[in-house]
């Protein structure tokens, strides 16, 4: 069987959450629905720029309730996401730096996700996304 077929190609927006720790800068990574270590990311928000709708993330997924994000992306990186039906979705992300400045321990996902921080080049070893470890890498 030939054709034409392509598979679609999705826009993403992440937020990388970083403070000042006791060690040096702090990046947050959060778990996704399979347990595996990401920052937190969605879709692109209508009414949003993407570094405003990469802060919502930040709050939804890891509790990051007041921020400083860079409105260019710090890097970009391509992903493939499982869909519900077992569909593989090719997701081109975009990665905001965010400096977090208040994170609450109650926030609407906190019982879907764990959440760490962790230096940059522990992050880099945690996730699994080869185009994110290198963003972390050059953090």
């Not at 992300?93 to 996700?113: C, G, H, N, Q, S």
């Amino acid at each position: 069987m030939s054709g034409n077929y392509t598979t679609p190609i999705h826009r993403q927006l992440a937020a990388l959450c970083h403070r000042k720790g006791e060690k040096g800068r702090e990046v947050l990574l959060v778990t996704s629905s399979e347990g595996r270590w990401i920052l937190p990311k969605g879709w692109p928000m209508e009414g949003k720029h993407d570094s405003e709708a990469a802060l919502v993330e930040a709050w939804e997924e890891a509790g990051v309730r007041e921020g400083k994000v860079k409105r260019k992306p710090i890097g970009t990186f391509v992903a493939v996401k499982q869909s519900k039906h077992g569909d593989e979705d090719i997701c081109i992300t975009r990665v905001f730096e965010v400096k977090a400045k208040k994170v609450l321990d109650i926030y609407p996902e906190v019982k879907r996700r764990d959440r760490r921080w962790v230096s940059a080049k522990a992050a880099a070893r945690l996730v699994t996304e080869d185009g994110l470890r290198e963003i972390l890498r050059n953090l």
